[in-house]
């Protein structure tokens, strides 16, 4: 039992002085408000989403993977631009869609990744995938608010599991029937409360709040108007999610799916079906390099993620940094840095930009692997007036996992120099190197046809930030030796 006993006002207060510490969400709030304002102007623009949306390089490439998904299959042709993706599905579903990816991603970029968040991410996510499905099965054309509602429905539990990890330990497997009480007890507060409160100070609207509150299960209408049954499909989700994760006992699934498929108009085979498909999608198309299986095994405490596998790739690289003599150069720190990421994360490249404090631009210095097709001494980046994803990268002090190099919303915030360095290059990656606050180098690592690039994303790239930072302590001390 954790040593703290908390009430409500001392918990909440702890929570934010505990994001704020770490540094987490840094922006969500900002990119929330601004989402929301443009889908609840009537006279906007379509433009005006497209931009809050392309501005956001990660953000964008994610939602044109989404839309492109069998999901949505039925639209017909590929969708290579957030402005057409706005036009076919229009701002409602687009602006939703964006507000659950960005959500996810920033509880899996904080700082405080562990086991049982990822496993509380993956349980959010999954609610979200069914919850997304079974909307667009019953024909309900608010399928991405409801696979919305459904993961903010999370937002309690994700937030205990990052920032409580003690009591969390206590609660994670109490049964839901008594999860209430026991939060009460050992938070002061219900994982509900907890949630709203946080998606209140966000700036998600309250038609997504009312759709986060946990109603006692009773018979559905057989015939309910749009919020009625968006509530439902959320609901369905989040159980039948818990169930699936828990290992819960066959005929409980039955026994959920029975309950809600005649109102949401599905048989239970087809309900079951669409549960099943929901769960393969998600896998297949975030997840792709893990099978059904391995999915089920990570829910259930097994570390062979591949955010393990980054993770594991940057305490290699703390352990090179923290072994160099004292005495070693600027250039032998990057050497053994960038041969780091090249073992562990078997790039076809890894390639340091040093900052040019004269040229205003950071510079090719040194690469470990495939040499570049083009000189690698002309190769600069950051010194542009168009903001690519390298600048993007180096402003935020963010590492970023880009793919999906040929589309239009990606390949124009890319260097030109890119195509003509590693013309078969299917994925990159992006890693901020900061000194005194600010990005003294960028580390860039290139994937081409044969590499193992899948299955990241930009948090799994989060993972190295602290590899990161001791590589920023060594430099520094290097510069101070004169060396």
Known sequence: MPAQKWNKNALQQAL??????????????????????????????????????VSDVPLAHQVIRRVNS????????????????????????????????????????????????T????????????????????KTKDGEKAALCALLRHTGRLLVACYFPEEWAVLENVPEAGMESECLAVLGISLETLGLD????????????????????????????????????????TRISAALVTNAPPDESKAIIAQYAAPLGLSPEAMEAQVAESFARM???????????????????????????????GRNGIDRMTALPPGTSITDVFRVALQALTDGLEVTAAVAFIRNYQAGCMEAKLCVGERPQCDLAGLRCGGGADQDVFQLSMARALGMFIQ??????????????????????TAFFLLPVLVHGKAAALLYGVWNRTGP??????ASIAALNAFAQVLGQRIEQAAQAGR
């Open 16 to 53: 934010w002085s505990r994001i704020e510490e770490h540094g987490d969400f840094p922006a969500l709030a900002e990119s929330v408000r601004y989402i929301v304002s443009v889908m609840d102007d009537d006279q906007a623009p379509i433009e005006k989403l497209e931009a809050a949306v």
């Open 70 to 117: 069998v999901s949505y299959a039925a639209y017909g042709k590929k969708i290579t631009s957030i402005a057409r993706a706005i036009m076919i599905l229009g701002c409602q579903t687009i602006g939703y869609l964006a507000l659950d990816i960005k959500l996810v991603e920033s509880f899996a970029q904080t700082s405080r990744m562990s086991a049982a968040l």
């Open 119 to 138: 496993r509380e991410l993956l349980r959010a996510e999954l609610a979200s995938a069914i919850a997304r499905g079974i909307a667009l099965s019953s």
């Open 198 to 237: 946080a998606a209140r100070r966000w700036g998600f609207p309250d038609q997504l709040l009312d759709g986060m509150r946990i109603q006692a299960p009773r018979p559905l209408p057989e015939k309910m108007i749009s919020g009625q049954r968006v509530g439902a499909i959320t609901a369905f989700s």
């Open 283 to 313: 896998v297949n198309t975030k997840y792709s390099n893990r099978t059904l299986e391995a999915m089920l095994e990570a829910a259930n405490g097994s570390a062979a993620t591949v955010q393990a596998l980054i993770a594991e790739c």
């Open 404 to 425: 999906d190099l040929d589309d239009v919303n990606i390949s124009r915030k890319i260097p030109a120099w890119h195509r003509d360095a590693y013309p078969q290059a």
């Open 453 to 458: 690039a899948r299955g990241m994303t930009d």
